[in-house]
């Protein structure tokens, strides 16, 4: 399966006002890092939020100096055509309808189509997987489904200054991705192998 990690950092929560400050995305081909993508960018005019520039650790002046808006979101399109986007490409992050809204923002700003389609459906939200995953007994994450908690839980080192740039907390959401498939691999496959043996046993027994 294709899947691209995807994590964007705003100047705010509204993308119809506030902007990008960066993506940053990993495009994996099963289990094969294919590519990479991390750029910083913002909108000259935008409208900047000081508590999410707080929470992104960067400063009005790195903003002011970053890339162009349109350069990077056009690097952003070329990166995705580089992809196999013959076939289905699920998106996943955590929380990642936040990004796609940002995004889809962003398309529809600089008249960009024709990507509606890898942005409108198949993602996988780590935050609902985990919350799938408590109510299912496998796993407790204290229902506190923030990203840097569900990494923790599940045995992955969380370097807490790095959080909030985006190809950091991208690396972590794709390491809680693969965790959560072993994991549940490993809940699932001997419920399987079990029932394989439960339907032979009733076969050789006539029922």
Not at 103 to 117: D, P, S, T, V
């Amino acid at each position: 399966m294709n899947i691209i990690f995807i994590d964007c950092e705003t100047s705010g929560l509204n993308p119809l006002k506030h902007s990008v400050v960066q993506i940053a995305a990993e495009y994996w081909e099963g289990t094969k890092l294919i590519q990479t993508f991390n750029k910083q960018l913002t909108n000259q005019d935008c409208i900047i939020n000081l508590g999410a520039l707080k929470c992104n650790r960067c400063t009005i002046d790195q903003i002011r100096a970053s890339n162009t808006e349109e350069r990077i979101v056009r690097d952003f399109v070329d990166f995705i055509m580089k992809m196999d986007i013959t076939k289905p490409i699920v998106v996943c992050g955590n929380g990642v309808s936040f990004d796609i809204n940002f995004i889809k923002e962003l398309l529809a700003k600089y008249k960009i189509e024709g990507l509606e389609h890898i942005f409108s459906h198949k993602v996988y939200d780590l935050s609902a997987i985990a919350l799938f995953l408590q109510e299912c007994e496998i796993i407790d994450f204290k229902d506190n489904f923030h990203l840097n908690n569900i990494a923790k839980v599940l045995g992955i080192e969380v370097k807490e200054d790095k959080l909030h740039e985006a190809l950091y907390d991208v690396s972590i959401s794709r390491q809680v991705y693969f965790k959560m498939q072993e994991l549940v691999k490993g809940t699932i496959d001997p419920l399987f192998k079990r029932f394989k043996e439960i339907d032979e046993e009733e076969k050789l027994n006539g029922e």
